[in-house]
């Protein structure tokens, strides 16, 4: 299981970014100058050790670049890096993987909204980029909203959100909670889901990210994953069935605050990594 998500991380950026190679480690960076400022990760493959210089060169390609000095993988298929990478001074934050076996568990339906996935030509397509990430206290940027959409006629990605139906609009007022899935052969990461501040604790995160599960498995899906951002996020997605197999690892440099998973996505749907919060 581990092996497939570890091909995902190697597949995924390559949609939206290219591959430099520094040995046993790869460094993904972004085409184009509004794209999401990818990082580096172990080659896919690689079985040997990763040094502090190894690392350190990786570093001195992204500050030439002026990109994040960041690093993301899996602590058990790479155990060694992380003691290479703190010892070159980044930091690193440690966050569950969990993947969902089978179909998600009910939940219940949630009270005066609307959960549908979102089209490229949808007019509420920036709203529900928009919602996931007042989630986290942040605003879309200017080419958020159309890269989404680029990547939904793609195929690369699918967005859900809830939408408040309290006014009773069938297809809802304003986008209170969004997320992605984003689909690679037959394994997909559920990635940037996040609730408006004033409208959590009604299970909005939860339903959208059922929404994007039942997607996932309707493109022939198998092994769907995520990254949840701490022991209380990993609790709630136990709700609908996903366990943790794995732990997920970020570093950056120390004056760099950690920044929670967005909705555009990444790990491509192009976005920040760090976890999902419904």
């Known amino acids: 299981m581990l092996h497939r998500i570890e091909a995902y991380y190697d597949a995924v950026p390559r949609s939206s970014a290219r591959a430099e190679d520094f040995g046993p480690l790869t460094f993904f960076v972004r085409e184009g100058a509004d794209g999401w400022p990818f990082y580096a990760r172990p080659t896919l493959g690689h079985t040997g ?11 001195a390609r992204q500050r030439e ?10 602590a058990e298929t790479t155990p060694g890096l ?17 993947v969902l076996d089978g179909d998600p568990l009910p939940v219940p339906a949630p009270v005066d909204a609307v959960v549908r996935t979102v089209g490229a030509a949808d007019p509420r397509l920036a709203d529900a980029v ?3 990430y007042a989630a986290f206290g942040a605003v879309p940027g200017p080419g958020d909203a159309r890269r989404v959409g680029e990547r939904i006629e793609a195929g690369l ?12 609009e069938a297809a809802g007022g304003e986008a209170l ?17 996040g609730t ?3 409208a959590r604790r009604r299970g909005l995160g939860l339903a959208v990210t059922a929404a994007l599960v039942a997607e996932a498995r309707a493109r022939g899906v198998g092994l769907v994953f995520l990254t949840a951002s701490d022991a209380s996020v990993e609790r709630l997605y136990a709700r609908l069935g996903f366990r943790t197999v794995a732990t997920a ?15 555009e996505t990444q790990r491509p749907a192009e976005a920040p990594g760090g976890g999902s919060a419904p």
Do not use: K, N, Y
């Open 196 to 198: 408006r501040p004033g």
């Open 249 to 263: 690892l970020i570093a950056e440099a120390p004056e760099a605050p950690e920044t929670p998973e967005t909705p």
């Open 82 to 98: 992380r003691a290479a990478v703190a010892a070159s001074g980044l930091v690193v934050h440690a966050h569950p993987l969990m």
């Open 157 to 168: 990605t699918v967005l859900a959100a809830a939408f408040d139906a309290a006014g009773g």
């Open 49 to 59: 050790g990763v040094s502090v210089a190894d690392v350190e060169g990786v570093r």
């Open 65 to 74: 670049l002026g990109l994040p000095e960041a690093f993301e993988w899996v």
């Open 177 to 193: 909670a969004g997320g992605q899935v984003q689909p690679v052969g037959d394994v997909a990461e559920v990635v940037g889901v």
């Open 130 to 132: 928009a919602a996931p």
